[in-house]
């Protein structure tokens, strides 16, 4: 892949994770999905965020399977610029949904409580579960 533009940028660094260390993220996404699963009812702008939460820890197991970490300010913006160059074509609308997450995710964190709708909280933890689980195949087929 091309990520001399992030590499130029200070956005990433070379990085030699162990697979350990790959996996570990993948776990934390799996934490996350369990998390967001249960606040569901309970808090739909939390439910939303943790559910972001676990596709930028995927995300960050590939960054370390392509031998690289996200360095300085903006590593979630990094994330989606990284996925969008490892993934491909074939995962545009879903890297592009992924940031209109991040986006909504900083405002509900950061600026306005309860933004976030019942059909909004429950379309992005399918969403995240369906990223997540391509992440987990991509993942897969690169680190034969």
Not at 38 to 53: H, L
Not at 98 to 119: C, L, P
Not at 132 to 143: G, H, P, Q, T
Request: avoid cysteine; proline fraction near 1%.
């Amino acid at each position: 892949m091309g990520y001399e533009k992030l590499l130029t940028k200070n956005l990433i660094k070379p990085f030699k994770a162990t697979d350990l260390e790959i996996k570990k993220q993948i776990q934390l996404a799996a934490r996350d999905l369990h998390s967001a699963k249960a606040m569901i009812g309970m808090d739909k702008d939390w439910t939303y965020s943790i559910a972001y939460n676990a596709i930028l820890q995927a995300v960050r197991a590939l960054m370390y399977a392509e031998g690289f970490r996200p360095v300085g300010e903006g590593q979630h913006k990094t994330a989606i610029l990284f996925a969008e160059l490892a993934l491909g074509e074939k995962f545009e609308d879903d890297v592009r949904f992924f940031d209109k997450m991040r986006s909504k995710r900083h405002r509900a964190v950061y600026e306005t409580a309860g933004i976030v709708s019942e059909d909004e909280a429950t379309q992005s933890l399918a969403f995240a579960e369906r990223f997540v689980s391509k992440i987990e195949e991509f993942l897969k087929a690169i680190m034969k």
